[in-house]
């Protein structure tokens, strides 16, 4: 501090005036502060030129950051930027493994016809979901974990045949016919909860219902489209709307 002091007291001093310098003490005084003032000039310069590089890397970058909006992860562009951190990494790391299948009689009680029929016939194979859609529902199982909900699968992949009897037993059950349902290509699940050794699925149990609200946020979250939002609500419907050959519709 002191030496840029002095430096700045001399700064008025040039060659010319060295010269009227009295004694060679002094001139060698003089010559030493030029010096100073010089290299600082120049270690400023190239400071300012450290700082000038730094910003033509570093402004890129921030411009980047500032237009994408939201995580993104490989394969997952169409997830909402408001997804949940932990349910992101999941998806983005560890291949989830489908919870071990439960027994059929489960989906064969009376409490489970009264809310939906036929479900004996049912596919529950996890390997005939679409693998990403699959990822994104385990995520949503993994996630409704975390608040006491075990979650069971009811329905995934749905025959075109299985589809048809359906949709002919009437609009209550499903509006749609065959290969107009997500079912028919792997990317839709009806699900449930598995609570004390039964499968819950009625809207009555306020526990059920309250999970079904959560499952739907979660399952939104991870860019599903969740049946609960539908005029006939269907709770436990989640689908990834993606472009299919043929004109898909819902349930
Ligand atoms: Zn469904």
């Known amino acids: 501090m002191r030496a840029r002091r002095r430096v700045r007291q001399a700064s008025a001093a040039t060659i010319e005036e060295l010269s009227t310098l009295a004694t060679p003490c002094s001139r060698i005084f003089a010559?030493?502060?030029?010096?100073?003032?010089?290299?600082?000039?120049?270690v400023s310069a190239k400071r300012k030129?450290?700082?000038?590089?730094?910003?033509?890397?570093?402004?890129?970058?921030?411009?980047?950051?500032?237009?994408?909006?939201g995580p993104t992860l490989d394969g997952y562009d169409d997830l909402p930027a408001a997804a949940d951190p932990v349910i992101l990494s999941l998806l983005n790391g560890e291949q989830l493994v489908p919870p071990p299948a439960l027994p059929p009689e489960v989906f064969m009680t009376r409490e489970v016809a009264a809310e939906r029929i036929e479900l004996a016939s049912a596919s529950r194979e996890w390997a005939l979901l679409?693998?990403?859609?699959?990822?994104?529902l385990l995520a949503v199982y993994r996630m409704m974990e975390r608040h006491g909900y075990q979650m069971a699968l009811v329905e995934g992949y749905r025959s075109p045949m299985r589809q048809e009897a359906l949709a002919s037993i009437?609009?209550?059950?499903?509006?749609?016919?065959?290969?107009?349902?997500?079912?028919?290509?792997g990317?839709?699940?009806?699900?449930?909860?598995?609570?004390?050794?039964?499968?819950?699925?009625?809207?009555?149990d306020s526990w059920a219902m309250a999970g079904y609200r959560l499952y739907g946020q979660y399952a939104e979250?991870?860019?599903?489209?969740w049946g609960g939002r539908?005029?006939?609500r269907d709770f436990g419907h989640v689908e990834l709307r993606r472009q299919i050959s043929t004109s898909a519709q819902r349930k």
Do not use: C
Not at 130 to 136: N, T
Not at 171 to 185: E, G, P
Not at 187 to 204: C, H, P, Q, T, W
């Open 187 to 204: 990317l839709a699940a009806d699900n449930g909860f598995y609570r004390d050794g039964r499968l819950v699925i009625s809207e009555k």
């Open 221 to 225: 979250s991870v860019g599903l489209t």
């Open 31 to 42: 010559i030493f502060i030029l010096n100073a003032r010089a290299s600082l000039k120049a």
């Open 230 to 232: 539908w005029q006939m």
């Open 49 to 69: 030129s450290f700082a000038l590089i730094a910003l033509l890397i570093v402004l890129p970058v921030l411009l980047i950051s500032l237009v994408s909006s």
């Open 170 to 185: 009437g609009q209550h059950v499903t509006n749609a016919r065959a290969f107009q349902s997500y079912h028919q290509f």
């Open 130 to 136: 679409d693998a990403d859609f699959r990822q994104r």
